[in-house]
């Protein structure tokens, strides 16, 4: 099993540009996560989805948009990148379930710049 | 007030040290605590989970739980240079949802 995988591992965008981040996990849970890492700020988390067809706000939304189409893939799309959107993006997932510990399983990050 | 606070360091120790790293949190709400590990780099990956008040232990490693103060402690020791990560304190809300600590940069000298 490849777990949680992130496509790219690596972009740099100008101000203003778009692009969609690729989440893929093999595992066939049902929630999953974008998390975004700032020196400092620890895991801040973006949006979430509890299934498919399904998406939530997490604490930092804005300027994000998500789409779940498929149960084991989780887009995350910058409409119009800023520079305060540089940071680092982790996908997570996990098998969920109320009233129960789930361990959520990280992919290896995506490290976005922008100009 | 922020709801979890935890000492970014960074933190140097020597190899063999007995480390200690803490965190602070303000919701009653939360169920479960962890401990995730960061290496440069990677995501991180989930080291212990305690639900309980008390102390939990796996070979080197003990995760303390204090529900009345609103803290929990994460003690390594004979810590190796293998242990230098980012070591992050994490706790559940709803739908499986995560909140972090700051992290802490750990660094274990030879």
């Known amino acids: 099993n490849a777990g949680v995988t992130q496509t790219p591992k690596f972009r740099v965008l100008k101000t203003g540009q778009s692009m969609t981040l690729l989440c893929a996990q093999d595992m066939n849970h049902e929630y999953m996560y974008w998390y975004r890492q700032d020196p400092g700020m620890g895991l801040r988390l973006i949006h979430y989805s509890v299934g498919e067809g399904t998406t939530a706000k997490g604490e930092v939304p804005d300027g994000y948009n998500v789409s779940r189409l498929k149960k084991q893939n989780f887009l995350l799309g910058l409409e119009s990148a800023a520079p305060s959107q540089t940071s680092v993006y982790f996908c997570a997932s996990t098998g969920g379930g109320q009233g129960a510990m789930n361990e959520q399983f990280f992919g290896p990050g995506t490290r976005l710049t922008v100009l | 007030q922020k709801e979890v606070e935890q000492d970014p360091g960074p933190l140097s120790v020597p190899e063999g040290a007995i480390v200690s790293l803490n965190c602070t949190y303000s919701n009653s709400a939360f169920q479960y605590f962890m401990w995730y590990r960061q290496y440069s780099r990677k995501g991180p990956e989930l080291l212990m989970y305690t639900y309980s008040s008390g102390n939990k232990e796996d070979g080197r490693f003990t995760a303390q739980v204090d529900k009345s103060s609103k803290y929990i402690s994460l003690f390594i020791r004979d810590s190796q240079p293998s242990d230098s990560a980012t070591y992050l304190c994490?706790?559940?809300?709803?739908?499986?949802?995560?909140?972090f600590g700051q992290g802490t940069r750990l660094t274990i000298n030879p």
């Open positions: 994490a706790f559940i809300q709803g739908a499986q949802k995560l909140v």
